[in-house]
């Protein structure tokens, strides 16, 4: 009994995307008699590249709305009323210690906001005075923050700057 050789097939064609020709450059046996389109392989970078550059400005400007609020003059035009969430210390080095207090306030019913506020070169108490859930009430023009605690009587702090 003779065995019948295998049919070998012919190779496929390489499968393409409109717009976006050869993904990955090599063209392999389908080049032989095709058209080439100009715009095949120029495209693909292009959508990579404005996604990159959307990406980017979309990271700039998100990044912008948790930063600290730092400096006298800065911190003496903002309203708080609420709650302290977090505390925190950046050490840069001995001379440079950034002082860190997320504070959550309740704008509407269902809207929290939060601030940052970096007491950077503030010389007082006030970072050691304050803990989380501890609720800070301070009007805008002043420097002067009311502490409200549970078990001792509200204080109030002025800030010191130099």
Do not use: C
């Not at 046996?29 to 080439?36: D, F, L, R, W, Y």
């Not at 979309?58 to 800065?74: C, E, F, I, M, Q």
């Not at 977090?86 to 080095?93: E, L, Q, R």
């Not at 210690?97 to 019913?109: A, G, K, Q, S």
């Amino acid at each position: 009994m003779e065995q019948t050789p295998q049919r070998r097939r012919p190779p496929r064609q390489k499968l393409k995307m409109p717009f976006f020709g050869d993904l990955m450059g090599g063209s392999g046996n389908s080049s032989a008699g095709q058209e080439k389109n100009p715009l095949n392989g120029k495209i693909t970078p292009l959508i990579f590249l404005v996604v990159l550059v959307v990406y980017g400005i979309d990271y700039l400007t998100s990044s912008g709305k948790n930063r600290p609020v730092t400096g006298a003059g800065d911190i003496k035009q903002m309203a708080w009323n609420g709650k302290i969430t977090k505390k925190w210390a950046n050490v840069i080095d001995s001379a440079r210690i950034h002082y860190l207090l997320e504070i959550t306030e309740v704008v509407n019913d269902s809207t929290k906001e939060k601030k940052v506020i970096d007491l950077f070169e503030e010389k007082g108490d006030f970072w050691d005075k304050v803990s989380p859930k501890n609720t800070l009430i301070k009007k805008e023009g002043s420097l002067d923050v009311t502490i409200q605690r549970y078990f001792k009587k509200d204080t109030v702090i002025k800030l010191q700057y130099p």
